[in-house]
Nanobody, 120 residues
Framework: QVQLVESGGGLVQAGGSLRLSCAAS????????MGWYRQAPGKQRELVAT???????NYADSVKGRFTISRDSAKNTVYLQMNSLKPEDTGVYYC??????????????WGQGTLVTVSS
């Protein structure tokens, strides 16, 4: 009913920038919230940033001041602008969403992830 596809990952040097995109498609009526999570090698998946229907945002302490989450409602797409990247930002970044779809609310939809690697 709803699918998420992430893009924009890659290899960058420390201090560089990337912009990740997450496009939602399917029988979407409205979006309650969307967010980004990441999983570094040997670590648990962690919350990076979220944006809710009102436009309010939240960030993990480790990325505050460096990352910005935004959305394009017309395209059902959420972005993560990542600046001043550090090697510890390396990991697979996953998009997540809470959607109202036709006939049902889908509270936890995940994309396949996009790999971000930050070199020293």
């Amino acid at each position: 009913q709803v699918q998420l596809v992430e893009s924009g990952g890659g290899l960058v040097q420390a201090g560089g920038s990337l912009r990740l995109s997450c496009a939602a498609s399917g029988t979407i009526i409205s979006i309650n919230s969307m967010g980004w999570y990441r999983q570094a090698p040997g670590k648990q998946r962690e919350l990076v940033a979220t944006i809710i229907s009102s436009g309010s945002t939240n960030y993990a302490d480790s990325v505050k001041g460096r990352f910005t989450i935004s959305r394009d409602s017309a395209k059902n797409t959420v972005y993560l602008q990542m600046n001043s990247l550090k090697p510890e930002d390396t990991g697979v970044y996953y998009c997540n969403g809470d959607f109202k779809a036709i006939f049902v609310r889908l509270r936890e939809v995940w994309g396949q992830g996009t790999l971000v690697t930050v070199s020293s």
